[in-house]
């Protein structure tokens, strides 16, 4: 019997790393599944983290980055009116919460917006020029100068 290994878990709060290895480390006991979010990725080297906050007003909801983790904190505030309130069903969960994404040195955040209970955060993948790939030139000849020749017939 074959079995497959399931990494969804290991890639759910980590953005931008290729090696497993990293993400083993950051893969934390993530259990609490409060807030709902999900990661996609919307183009190429681009990224958006989608958080379901459901009763939360701008003021409540606070987006930072330090030292490559993104820290996303709500605090719920008590409306006034929730004393007079009696509750038959309380089914929309609005309690504080803190979640951390653990950034990759090349993801960067461009920006944050919030519509509809939904907080959008939008990342994209910022590589240095001196960590992008590039060709190195054996014994001093640049790869473009080297010509594609057939071998001759004549030298067979």
Do not use: C, W
């Not at 609490?32 to 080297?45: F, L, M, S, V």
């Not at 930072?64 to 996303?72: A, E, G, H, S, Y």
């Not at 944050?112 to 590589?127: K, P, Q, S, T």
């Amino acid at each position: 019997m074959r079995s497959t290994l399931d990494f969804a878990p290991l890639l759910r709060s980590s953005i931008g790393f290729e090696n497993l290895n990293r993400l083993v480390d950051f893969a934390r006991g993530d259990s609490d599944a409060y807030p709902p979010y999900n990661i996609e990725k919307t183009g190429d080297g681009a990224y958006r983290i989608q958080m379901a906050l459901a009763g939360f007003t701008r003021d409540e909801i606070d987006v930072t980055v330090q030292d490559n983790m993104l820290i996303i904190i709500g605090r719920a505030g008590e409306p006034a009116e929730d004393g007079k309130r009696e509750f038959l069903h309380r089914g929309i969960a609005k309690r504080a919460f803190e979640r951390r994404f653990q950034l990759a040195d090349t993801i960067k955040v461009t920006s944050a917006g919030y519509e509809n209970g939904l907080l959008n955060v939008e990342l994209v993948r910022e590589i240095p020029e001196h960590k992008k790939p590039r060709r190195i030139a054996i014994d001093g000849v640049e790869p473009s100068a080297v010509i594609d020749a057939e071998p001759s017939k004549a030298a067979a």
